[in-house]
């Protein structure tokens, strides 16, 4: 069973920074997309940015290209998400999630419980 879980939310003043990062237990899938997910109140759970196993490629939403980086941490393991002049509208509930597909063709998503972060104005 993949497990995720996610650490470093908190409150940051707008401008500010903060540093997210998801440890995962039990991927043994050599190809599979891992990233950063968000969820603001009333609103729908929009993607952040993913990372790919296969080439380390990346992807960002627009709304935060240029300002949140995602990267693998010192344990491979480890996925992180530098987030730099945070916004008021960033404040979400971030969720690190993965997707891959078994050997058997069987589409597989797993998400962690979530990290709040507070960008206050």
């Known amino acids: 069973e993949v497990q995720l879980v996610e650490s470093g939310g908190g409150l940051v003043q707008a401008g500010g920074s903060l540093r997210l990062s998801c440890t995962a237990s039990g991927l043994t899938a050599n190809d599979y997309h891992i990233g950063w997910f968000r969820q603001a109140p009333g609103k729908e759970r929009e993607g952040v940015s993913l990372l790919s196993s296969r080439d380390g490629g990346t992807s960002y939403s627009d709304l935060v290209k240029g300002r949140f980086t995602i990267s693998r941490g010192p344990d491979k393991n480890t996925v992180q998400l530098d987030m730099n002049n945070l916004k008021p509208e960033d404040t979400a509930v971030y969720y690190c999630?993965?997707?891959?597909?078994?050997?058997?063709?069987?589409?597989?998503?797993?998400w962690g419980k979530g990290a709040l972060v507070t960008v206050s104005s």
């Open positions: 999630g993965v997707s891959f597909v078994t050997e058997e063709g069987q589409d597989m998503n797993y």
